[in-house]
């Protein structure tokens, strides 16, 4: 029903920044709440920042401070900014989304590599 292609991953140094985005097609965006996961080598999927449909964001602290989450429902897109990244920030990280009938639909993910 919903489709997510993610991009902006790549490989940066220790302190620098990268911005995500995810563009979605099907549904109804702007009834759905976004989100961003990311997974390590060793650990599950974990939530890094979400948007609701409302706007409420929320982040989790260990990025706060550093990443900021941003929606443009008219481009269907989710974008997430991230500064200050550190080698414990590599990994996948996939957009999420949940639908108003609170159904979740993923991307494939797109790799960040923090290194010198």
């Known amino acids: 029903q919903v489709e997510l292609v993610e991009s902006g991953g790549g490989l940066v140094q220790p302190g620098g920044s990268l911005l995500l985005s995810c563009v979605a097609s099907g549904g109804i965006f702007q009834l759905n709440d976004m989100a961003w996961y990311r997974q390590v080598p060793g650990k599950g999927r974990e939530l890094v920042a979400m948007i609701l449909a409302d706007r409420t964001t929320k982040y989790a602290d260990f990025v706060k401070g550093r990443f900021a989450i941003s929606r443009n429902n008219a481009e269907f897109t989710v974008r997430l900014q991230m500064n200050g990244l550190e080698s414990e920030d590599s990994g996948v990280y996939y957009c999420?989304?949940?639908?108003?009938?609170?159904?979740?639909?993923w991307g494939r993910g797109t790799q960040v590599t923090v290194s010198s």
């Open positions: 999420n989304t949940r639908t108003y009938r609170r159904v979740d639909f």
